[in-house]
């Protein structure tokens, strides 16, 4: 997969403002409330809504537990025409500006169904740390490894997972995400959780 840049990065980066701002507002938040929540000083999440940061993955998922939802939600778009089928040239990719990942939205955003999968591209050798959700609100999350290998540790647990190796996790806290290896690694994550979705007024 070749890395989003110019206007695509620009593109990206207006899609995680109107989804933040949409999610916030959704949930009755002000930018203080979500700040406090998220632990996300209220400029930055400012400067995200407006578009105007290309954002880390550490900051969204901080976001994202903020307003109780996956961080795969944060990229999630309203389509023209919403149903269960998703083209993969409709699949949204980002790419973590500080540890180099790839992840990409496989299921269809607008579809009633509490399943969202994420492929994700991992750099050789590094490591980023997400918060994953909380003791209140965890997440159900199942990791498959498709090719190379992973370490992940939650908690005080450290997994080593190697292609075809398939791990599931009730996410209630910080997670780490680690490539030990001199290649690239790819997997998906099967999440489960009740995230608000973006819908249609019925007309």
Known sequence: ??????????????RIARRVAGLRAAAGLSLDALAARSAVSRSTISLIERGETSATAVVLEKIAAG???????????ERAAPGPLMR???Q?????????????????????SPLRIVEVSFPAGRRVVLEGGNPAHP???????????MT?????TSHRLDAGDCLALSVDGPIEFHNPTRRAARYAVVIASAAPRTRKPSR
């Open 88 to 90: 993969r040239a409709e």
């Open 139 to 149: 997440i159900d999350e199942q990791i498959w490894v498709l090719e190379g290998s």
């Open 152 to 156: 992940l540790t939650h908690g005080h």
């Open 67 to 77: 307003l109780g939802v996956a961080l795969a939600a944060l990229f999630e778009v």
């Open 1 to 14: 997969m070749e890395e989003a840049t110019g206007s695509d990065d620009d593109d990206i980066n207006q």
């Open 92 to 112: 949204a990719e980002w790419r973590d500006p500080a540890s180099g990942y790839l992840r990409r939205n496989v299921s269809p955003p607008d579809h009633p």
